[in-house]
């Protein structure tokens, strides 16, 4: 079976729904946006503090595994990926961050012009609907709905007196002038409901007559004529595909399967390539290379039930939370579980932050009880530390010729002095303020790293042991103009006609914070590429 469209975007995640949603909006043309995942309607899905139920359920997540990591313990970090319609986008914790400015002008320095900050600001603005007044850091209007997040009246200005006495700053919007300090983060949701990238744009787009979506399609491999793109073949209900594009395929399946997609289609490093027998296109040595997450760890201390969301998990007054959302999409269920929000400097010499803390009334594993039927979990609070730039790169290969299989993932975590040096500062730091009244004085016993743990070997040891990714992976398809440099500053796949990649792949180097907003301005300003456009229109962000 063959089919056309002038435009096949591969991907519906972060980057990908906004590239199809951005390109269909020319009647002129016909776009298609393929789909392994389906279009899911669980309510759980629009339920903001739900989403530690969602991430953990097979139908909504690929549930990755990576590779034995060698400075971790050879531990296996778990990777979940969404699967479906709004890709990771569905089952994130909808933090929005776009990074450090002077992140992006980094990449300009890389030789990527148009990457700078004032390059980029213009796209996350035009994607914006922000929860204050438009001004020259946001935009009023766009699909993207950021909202403030409420804070609590119990643990949140106890916590924010703590850190104003310890000398921090402190932000009522951390994507202003500056990023560094304390506060309450932005959110994605809409209305009291997830703004997953599917439902603030992919949806509205679909009533467009010029964009199909083909959803349980799992792309096998590119097809390349003459150094050219010219189909995308796909597998769907165990029957093969192939769509023909008459102009550009976009490949948009993160940093996970888009180096996979390519390596199937013979496009990466042809040593590799030939291990696994299959014949290669174009060698092209960076696919898959330059992998990079955020290394994060949970510092846990046991807490007072009058700060912990331990009372809101009862399932009685947890019904009536519910009750609340699906009438007004108000409440607790309308927020996340999330206290406060941080980017902070480990060493003052530092130019911008190189962590990013976030500080919860609760642990990731709270779930409803009720008394004589379940006990709750332990009253708790926990800081996440999260380190923003790591030196360490890991990598995305192939596991078999089978693109039904998923790949093999090396974050490779904790890899270099200066990665293991940073959560040696961060873990003093932040027992500093866990001590540091009026906070110390509604918390108690250290559970994570524990009262033992106090030198730096015994802090070595413990990352180790409780190091994770703040799934935040990116890199492996990079930007860039050297050799090991896979896209141009177009996005074009170098040596291939009518091959770009849209994704959170392409980051040369990892942002400091959450990168979900920056897959979004790339899928923005991917599409104003591929019309040919230089700059944002921000007329068009409505």
């Given at each position: 079976?063959?089919?056309?469209?002038?435009?096949?975007?591969?991907?519906?995640?972060?980057?990908?729904?906004?590239?199809?949603?951005?390109?269909?909006?020319?009647?002129?043309?016909?776009?298609?946006?393929?789909?392994?995942?389906?279009?899911?309607?669980?309510?759980?899905?629009?339920?903001?503090?739900?989403?530690?139920?969602?991430?953990?359920?097979?139908?909504?997540?690929?549930?990755?595994?990576?590779?034995?990591?060698?400075?971790?313990?050879?531990?296996?970090?778990?990777?979940?990926?969404?699967?479906?319609?709004g890709g990771s986008s569905m089952i994130n914790g909808m933090l929005y961050a776009r990074g450090n400015p002077r992140d992006y002008?980094?990449?300009?320095?890389?030789?990527?012009?148009?990457?700078?900050?004032?390059?980029?600001?213009?796209?996350?603005?035009?994607?914006?609907?922000?929860?204050?007044?438009?001004?020259?850091?946001?935009?009023?209007?766009?699909?993207?709905?950021?909202?403030?997040?409420?804070?609590?009246?119990?643990?949140?200005?106890?916590?924010?007196?703590?850190?104003?006495?310890?000398?921090?700053?402190?932000?009522?919007?951390?994507?202003?002038?500056?990023?560094?300090?304390?506060?309450?983060?932005?959110?994605?949701?809409?209305?009291?409901?997830?703004?997953?990238?599917?439902?603030?744009?992919?949806?509205?787009?679909?009533?467009?007559?010029?964009?199909?979506?083909?959803?349980?399609?799992?792309?096998?491999?590119?097809?390349?004529?003459?150094?050219?793109?010219?189909?995308?073949?796909?597998?769907?209900?165990?029957?093969?595909?192939?769509?023909?594009?008459?102009?550009?395929?976009?490949?948009?399946?993160?940093?996970?399967?888009?180096?996979?997609?390519?390596?199937?289609?013979?496009?990466?490093?042809?040593?590799?390539?030939?291990?696994?027998?299959?014949?290669?296109?174009?060698?092209?040595?960076?696919?898959?290379?330059?992998?990079?997450?955020?290394?994060?760890?949970?510092?846990?201390?046991?807490?007072?039930?009058?700060?912990?969301?331990?009372?809101?998990?009862?399932?009685?007054?947890?019904?009536?939370?519910?009750?609340?959302?699906?009438?007004?999409?108000?409440?607790?269920?309308?927020?996340?579980?999330?206290?406060?929000?941080?980017?902070?400097?480990?060493?003052?010499?530092?130019?911008?932050?190189?962590?990013?803390?976030?500080?919860?009334?609760?642990?990731?594993?709270?779930?409803?009880?009720?008394?004589?039927?379940?006990?709750?979990?332990?009253?708790?609070?926990?800081?996440?530390?999260?380190?923003?730039?790591?030196?360490?790169?890991?990598?995305?290969?192939?596991?078999?010729?089978?693109?039904?299989?998923?790949?093999?993932?090396?974050?490779?975590?904790?890899?270099?002095?200066?990665?293991?040096?940073?959560?040696?500062?961060?873990?003093?730091?932040?027992?500093?303020?866990?001590?540091?009244?009026?906070?110390?004085?509604?918390?108690?016993?250290?559970?994570?790293?524990?009262?033992?743990?106090?030198?730096?070997?015994?802090?070595?040891?413990?990352?180790?042991?409780?190091?994770?990714?703040?799934?935040?992976?990116?890199?492996?398809?990079?930007?860039?103009?050297?050799?090991?440099?896979?896209?141009?500053?177009?996005?074009?796949?170098?040596?291939?006609?009518?091959?770009?990649?849209?994704?959170?792949?392409?980051?040369?180097?990892?942002?400091?914070?959450?990168?979900?907003?920056?897959?979004?301005?790339?899928?923005?300003?991917?599409?104003?590429?591929?019309?040919?456009?230089?700059?944002?229109?921000?007329?068009?962000?409505?």
């Amino acid at each position: 079976m063959s089919e056309t469209a002038d435009y096949i975007v591969v991907g519906a995640g972060s980057a990908g729904a906004v590239v199809a949603a951005r390109l269909s909006e020319d009647p002129d043309v016909r776009v298609t946006l393929i789909e392994a995942g389906r279009r899911e309607r669980n309510i759980l899905l629009e339920m903001p503090i739900a989403f530690p139920m969602i991430m953990s359920r097979g139908r909504y997540n690929w549930h990755y595994t990576g590779e034995p990591e060698p400075h971790a313990d050879n531990r296996q970090i778990r990777q979940p990926r969404g699967k479906a319609l709004g890709g990771s986008s569905m089952i994130n914790g909808m933090l929005y961050a776009r990074g450090n400015p002077r992140d992006y002008d980094e990449w300009r320095q890389l030789g990527l012009e148009g990457w700078g900050w004032d390059d980029v600001l213009p796209y996350f603005r035009k994607s914006e609907n922000h929860w204050g007044e438009e001004d020259q850091y946001h935009g009023k209007g766009g699909p993207l709905t950021t909202t403030k997040h409420i804070p609590d009246d119990r643990l949140f200005p106890r916590f924010m007196e703590t850190v104003t006495k310890l000398g921090y700053k402190t932000q009522t919007d951390h994507h202003g002038a500056d990023q560094e300090g304390w506060g309450s983060p932005d959110i994605n949701i809409h209305n009291g409901r997830r703004g997953s990238t599917a439902a603030r744009f992919l949806y509205p787009a679909m009533k467009r007559p010029n964009l199909t979506v083909i959803t349980e399609a799992l792309g096998s491999r590119v097809e390349v004529e003459n150094g050219r793109a010219v189909a995308l073949h796909y597998r769907r209900k165990g029957q093969e595909h192939v769509i023909r594009a008459e102009r550009e395929i976009i490949l948009s399946g993160g940093a996970y399967n888009t180096p996979q997609l390519m390596l199937l289609s013979g496009i990466g490093p042809a040593d590799e390539l030939r291990e696994l027998g299959i014949a290669t296109v174009h060698d092209l040595p960076g696919v898959g290379r330059n992998l990079q997450d955020h290394p994060s760890v949970a510092m846990i201390s046991g807490a007072k039930r009058e700060v912990s969301l331990t009372n809101e998990l009862r399932f009685d007054r947890l019904t009536l939370s519910v009750l609340e959302w699906l009438a007004l999409g108000k409440g607790r269920i309308a927020n996340m579980p999330v206290t406060a929000n941080g980017w902070l400097k480990t060493r003052p010499d530092l130019e911008r932050p190189d962590g990013q803390c976030l500080f919860q009334p609760t642990s990731i594993m709270a779930r409803p009880w009720f008394p004589g039927v379940k006990k709750p979990a332990p009253d708790v609070v926990a800081m996440a530390c999260v380190l923003l730039r790591p030196e360490g790169r890991g990598w995305v290969k192939l596991a078999s010729s089978d693109p039904a299989k998923p790949p093999r993932i090396l974050s490779n975590v904790l890899a270099t002095e200066n990665d293991r040096a940073f959560f040696r500062r961060i873990v003093p730091q932040i027992r500093e303020i866990f001590a540091t009244s009026p906070l110390a004085d509604v918390l108690t016993t250290e559970i994570m790293p524990g009262t033992d743990v106090r030198t730096d070997a015994e802090i070595d040891a413990w990352a180790r042991q409780a190091v994770n990714t703040a799934l935040h992976p990116v890199g492996s398809c990079a930007m860039g103009t050297g050799t090991e440099a896979v896209c141009d500053a177009k996005l074009r796949v170098r040596g291939i006609k009518g091959l770009r990649i849209a994704d959170a792949s392409v980051m040369p180097r990892i942002v400091g914070g959450n990168t979900n907003a920056a897959s979004i301005m790339i899928g923005e300003k991917a599409a104003d590429l591929i019309r040919g456009r230089e700059k944002a229109e921000l007329s068009e962000a409505a």
